[in-house]
T-cell receptor, first 113, second 114 residues
Framework: DAKTTQPTSMDCAEGRAANLPCNHS???????VYWYRQIHSQGPQYIIH???NNETNEMASLIITEDRKSSTLILPHATLRDTAVYYC??????????????FGTGTLLAVQP | GAGVSQSPSNKVTEKGKDVELRCDPI?????LYWYRQSLGQGLEFLIY????????KSGLPSDRFSAERTGGSVSTLTIQRTQQEDSAVYLC????????????FGPGTRLLVL
């Protein structure tokens, strides 16, 4: 079973920041938080991951709470092409025995014009 | 550069027939994964290959499903005696090393069993 819970769906206005929450209250110390997204009819696409520090790359920012029980993915300026299902996944990091990704149901982000 | 490729992109078959799905991972990636996504469902792990190690087959739903990876590169997922519930998108992913980096997904093969 997935170790994360996410809202089923969210709307965001084009050009605004999209903030997607994720709860992972049972996360353990060696587990990372990964975010992927899946645009309709495509394979999942990696976005970002982190352990405990906030992370930023060209696609998004990841904010992880100090207790690591929740996180937020931020798309700073959402576009229509960001409409997708966003998956928050907890998994072991480097050298871990568990390599598969366990996907939950994700959040359907609909960016509105 | 070239990403993960899968073929065929779509496959329609009759119940009871065997099908083979192919995955070409990114060159140099040693880890390869198969997942499937049924209509309206999340992604479900099927099998994992890492180098010359024995594959992790823990996600295969039945003994009708098998996969091999020849020469540490191309992989084939075989479904024997297909059933209608096998209809799904079958996704392949690869990553550079075991337990490291991200997984890069292919576009998937859409299988429809009539």
């Amino acid at each position: 079973d997935a170790k994360t819970t996410q809202p089923t769906s969210m709307d965001c206005a084009e050009g605004r920041a999209a903030n997607l929450p994720c709860n992972h209250s049972t996360i353990s110390g060696n587990e990372y938080v990964y975010w992927y997204r899946q645009i309709h009819s495509q394979g999942p696409q990696y976005i970002i991951h982190g352990l405990k520090n906030n992370e930023t790359n060209e696609m998004a920012s990841l904010i992880i709470t100090e207790d690591r029980k929740s996180s937020t993915l931020i798309l700073p300026h959402a576009t229509l092409r960001d409409t997708a299902v966003y998956y928050c996944i907890v998994r072991e990091g480097y050298g871990g025995a568990t390599n598969k990704l366990i996907f939950g149901t994700g959040t359907l982000l609909a960016v509105q014009p | 550069g070239a990403g993960v490729s899968q073929s065929p992109s779509n496959k329609v078959t009759e119940k009871g027939k065997d099908v083979e799905l192919r995955c070409d991972p990114i060159s140099g990636h040693t880890a390869l994964y198969w997942y499937r996504q049924s209509l309206g469902q999340g992604l479900e792990f099927l099998i994992y290959f890492q180098g010359n190690s024995a594959p992790d087959k823990s996600g295969l739903p039945s003994d009708r499903f098998s996969a091999e990876r020849t020469g540490g590169s191309v992989s084939t997922l075989t479904i024997q005696r297909t059933q209608q519930e096998d209809s799904a998108v079958y996704l392949c992913a690869s990553s550079p090393q075991r337990g490291r980096e991200t997984q890069y997904f292919g576009p998937g093969t859409r299988l429809l069993v009539l």
